[in-house]
């Protein structure tokens, strides 16, 4: 059994020394196929975003692994752990395997490496769960396959990484652990993984009639799923953490925290309609965070590169404790004015995204007064409506 913190910490102040970094040369190399989602650039400019702005130094960074195929058989298939890996040694995916495993698909499609970097996502969140549970923050951006099914890829994830964060964490022997998904989609994987396990209690913010259409009532006490309306502003988003998020967190009383911090809640996001501001995002990480010592920081969603790469980029800041500039220096927006995106026209780029981080925390106040938020818990509804 190892030793825990005594008393939960504020994040504020505590410097850089306590938040780390997970990260590797894999993730920064282009993913994916041309015209996916997730061909975007992301946590390879999220690094490269925070070393600019000075937040990002070699002791903060912890170089991940590729967890091993036993490893990987804790959650997934053997079969199916096989089969991804002879599909991305060969390059090939034969019609019986497509359908039986889902990747080779559109969605989850096969692209050289695919293997290693997937498991090097798992290997990242067991090693973030691991330096958690001797105090640290950890942020593993290229974390976050929340959809990834034992036997099959889902939603663009090929292994479930969160999953695996939380199994590390209960392997310390811990008892009380709170999982919360800030992705704009149901964390379903990670839901199924752990719906018969008392050890773990899941709270899931996400957009209504979204992919993939689960996540609604649910009669476990353990599960909160939190289902907001379309369009939802920052303004509902804090009072649904205000209301239903930080009681739950309070009566959970975890022993150690894994949030799932999606960016594609975000406004401008082309996955979703929500639109949130990166500032309501990490306050929301914050005051959960302030619920227990250990805590592993995900990534997740995310498909605008401009305001995933200000989202995490702002969020590694405030998890480690620096200042966010009003404004950048040439080289950040030099980076910011480089990124691509084939989901979004050049003219819906806003010029904030190029020349800031941190959103103007009134810019979506206006428009969502109507906005309602149906939150279900434990199999009871009931309804957020803010002015
Ligand atoms: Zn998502």
Redesign the pocket.
């Given at each position: 059994m190892i030793k825990l913190p005594v008393r939960a910490r504020r994040l504020r102040g505590l410097g850089p020394r306590y938040a780390l970094y997970v990260d590797n040369p894999l993730f920064k190399r282009s993913a994916y196929r041309a015209q996916h989602p997730l061909s975007i650039a992301r946590t390879g400019t999220v690094a490269e975003l925070s070393r600019i702005l000075g937040w990002l130094h070699e002791d903060a960074i912890e170089t991940c692994t590729a967890a091993s195929v036993d490893t990987l058989c804790r959650f997934h298939d053997r079969a199916y752990v096989s089969a991804l890996k002879a599909a991305d040694e060969s390059g090939r995916v034969e019609k019986v395997v497509r359908a039986r495993y889902a990747f080779g698909t559109m969605e989850n499609p096969l692209f050289p490496g695919v293997f290693a970097r997937a498991a090097t996502a798992v290997g990242g969140s067991i090693r973030a769960a691991e330096l958690a549970l001797e105090g640290r923050i950890v942020f593993h951006p290229a974390g976050g396959t929340h959809h990834g099914k034992p036997d099959r890829a889902s939603g663009f994830c090929y292994f479930n990484d969160p999953v695996f964060a939380l199994l590390g964490l209960l392997d310390a022997g811990l008892e009380r652990i709170l999982y919360v998904d800030l992705?704009?989609?149901h964390g379903d994987g990670v839901q199924d993984a752990f719906q018969t396990d008392p050890r773990v209690h899941l709270v899931s913010i996400h957009e209504t009639d979204r992919w993939p259409f689960t996540g609604s009532t649910n009669p476990n006490s353990r599960i909160a799923n939190l289902v907001v309306a379309k369009h939802l502003g920052d303004r509902e988003f804090a009072t649904l953490i205000r209301d239903s998020v930080l009681p739950l967190c309070a009566s959970v009383a975890p022993q150690a925290i894994v949030i799932t911090c999606?960016a594609?809640a975000l406004a401008g996001d082309p996955?979703?309609t929500m639109r949130l501001s990166n500032v309501a995002l990490w306050r929301a990480v914050r005051q959960i965070a302030n619920y227990a010592a250990p805590v592993v920081v995900l990534g997740?969603?995310g498909y605008n590169p401009w305001t995933l790469a200000r989202c995490w980029a702002g969020l590694w800041a405030t998890l480690a404790g620096f200042e966010i500039p009003s404004s950048l220096p040439e080289a950040a927006t030099r980076l910011l004015a480089s990124l691509e995106c084939d989901l979004i026209d050049d003219e819906d780029v806003q010029a904030a995204w190029i020349s800031s981080i941190s959103d103007d925390p009134e810019f979506n106040t206006l428009g969502s007064s109507m906005s309602e938020v149906t939150a279900w818990t434990g199999g009871h509804s009931h309804s957020v409506v803010s002015q």
């Amino acid at each position: 059994m190892i030793k825990l913190p005594v008393r939960a910490r504020r994040l504020r102040g505590l410097g850089p020394r306590y938040a780390l970094y997970v990260d590797n040369p894999l993730f920064k190399r282009s993913a994916y196929r041309a015209q996916h989602p997730l061909s975007i650039a992301r946590t390879g400019t999220v690094a490269e975003l925070s070393r600019i702005l000075g937040w990002l130094h070699e002791d903060a960074i912890e170089t991940c692994t590729a967890a091993s195929v036993d490893t990987l058989c804790r959650f997934h298939d053997r079969a199916y752990v096989s089969a991804l890996k002879a599909a991305d040694e060969s390059g090939r995916v034969e019609k019986v395997v497509r359908a039986r495993y889902a990747f080779g698909t559109m969605e989850n499609p096969l692209f050289p490496g695919v293997f290693a970097r997937a498991a090097t996502a798992v290997g990242g969140s067991i090693r973030a769960a691991e330096l958690a549970l001797e105090g640290r923050i950890v942020f593993h951006p290229a974390g976050g396959t929340h959809h990834g099914k034992p036997d099959r890829a889902s939603g663009f994830c090929y292994f479930n990484d969160p999953v695996f964060a939380l199994l590390g964490l209960l392997d310390a022997g811990l008892e009380r652990i709170l999982y919360v998904d800030l992705d704009a989609h149901h964390g379903d994987g990670v839901q199924d993984a752990f719906q018969t396990d008392p050890r773990v209690h899941l709270v899931s913010i996400h957009e209504t009639d979204r992919w993939p259409f689960t996540g609604s009532t649910n009669p476990n006490s353990r599960i909160a799923n939190l289902v907001v309306a379309k369009h939802l502003g920052d303004r509902e988003f804090a009072t649904l953490i205000r209301d239903s998020v930080l009681p739950l967190c309070a009566s959970v009383a975890p022993q150690a925290i894994v949030i799932t911090c999606g960016a594609d809640a975000l406004a401008g996001d082309p996955l979703s309609t929500m639109r949130l501001s990166n500032v309501a995002l990490w306050r929301a990480v914050r005051q959960i965070a302030n619920y227990a010592a250990p805590v592993v920081v995900l990534g997740g969603g995310g498909y605008n590169p401009w305001t995933l790469a200000r989202c995490w980029a702002g969020l590694w800041a405030t998890l480690a404790g620096f200042e966010i500039p009003s404004s950048l220096p040439e080289a950040a927006t030099r980076l910011l004015a480089s990124l691509e995106c084939d989901l979004i026209d050049d003219e819906d780029v806003q010029a904030a995204w190029i020349s800031s981080i941190s959103d103007d925390p009134e810019f979506n106040t206006l428009g969502s007064s109507m906005s309602e938020v149906t939150a279900w818990t434990g199999g009871h509804s009931h309804s957020v409506v803010s002015q």
